[in-house]
């Protein structure tokens, strides 16, 4: 018990730790849900965006759309590689599910979860179209660069180092997704993009989770999280703000 106290001591004041050794039971199963959300969630964010390839107007935006589809995919065999390291039978999880299904498109989940399934909620929605699609990768773009901020700084440095790789992949996902908005914008797409902006918006807020998290509380005395959920969604929502203003929306 008192080695277990030293190490929480050791990581409520920024230590980091380098091996799987000595790791208390409730720290290894808060990274491991951590985990488990983010692999989750790339893999459905892949499964979903491949379906928009063939939305595509053009060679240019089939092409960004395969990219995301593609390095969502490499994410989360990165992320689930870690996890096999403490034991996930890798193979056997990335089947575990259909990522590729979705929900009906009036459905309201908020920030539920799906039992054993640990996407965010915003990947059991549906894409209806191009534009759709797009505005969905802006949000949720910019969304996930405000949450890789905060990944890239997990207390387990092997996660952290393959968070920091991922990391400038995503922020591109997020600049071919403005590229693309600022095209439909300028080809008189608004009124299509405000009504998408109106469906994807609070869908994509949700993910950041509700405000005074008593789970933030538990992860941030183990050094998993540095960040409450209210202050990540409010630096999402400027980013939101300063990018659609640039476009005039």
């Not at 065999?77 to 979705?102: C, I, K, N, P």
């Not at 969304?143 to 997990?154: F, H, K, N, S, Y």
């Not at 590229?179 to 993009?193: A, D, K």
Request: hydrophobic letters at 40%; zero cysteines; proline letters at 3%.
């Amino acid at each position: 018990m008192s080695d277990t106290m030293n190490i929480e001591d050791y990581l409520a004041q920024g230590g980091v730790l380098t091996a799987l050794g000595n790791v208390p039971a409730r720290y290894r199963g808060e990274l491991m849900r951590l985990m488990s959300s983010f692999v989750d969630s790339e893999l459905a964010a892949s499964a979903g965006f491949a379906s928009s390839i063939n939305f595509a107007p053009g060679i240019k935006e089939r092409i960004a759309a395969s990219r995301i589809t593609l390095e969502k995919a490499d994410h989360a065999e990165r992320v689930l590689a870690v996890m096999g390291d403490f034991g996930t039978d890798t193979r056997r999880y990335q089947s575990q599910h259909d990522w590729a299904a979705r929900v009906e498109r009036d459905t309201d989940l908020g920030a539920t979860r799906r039992e054993g399934d640990m996407r965010l909620s915003v990947f059991h929605y549906p894409i209806n179209g191009w534009t759709d699609a797009v505005v969905m990768k802006v949000l949720q773009g910019l969304a996930t660069g405000v949450q890789m901020d905060e990944l890239a700084r997990v207390s387990y440095t092997p996660l952290a180092e393959v968070f920091r790789e991922i990391a400038p992949r995503e922020a591109r996902h997020a600049e071919l997704g403005l590229e693309g908005l600022g095209r439909i914008v300028g080809n008189g797409g608004q009124s299509e993009v405000q009504a998408s902006l109106a469906y994807w918006r609070p869908r994509v807020a949700a993910g950041f989770g509700v405000a005074n998290s008593a789970r933030y509380d538990t992860q941030a005395r183990f050094g998993i999280r540095h960040t409450p959920n209210e202050t990540l969604l409010a630096r999402w929502e400027k980013l939101v703000g300063e990018h659609l203003g640039a476009l005039g929306l």
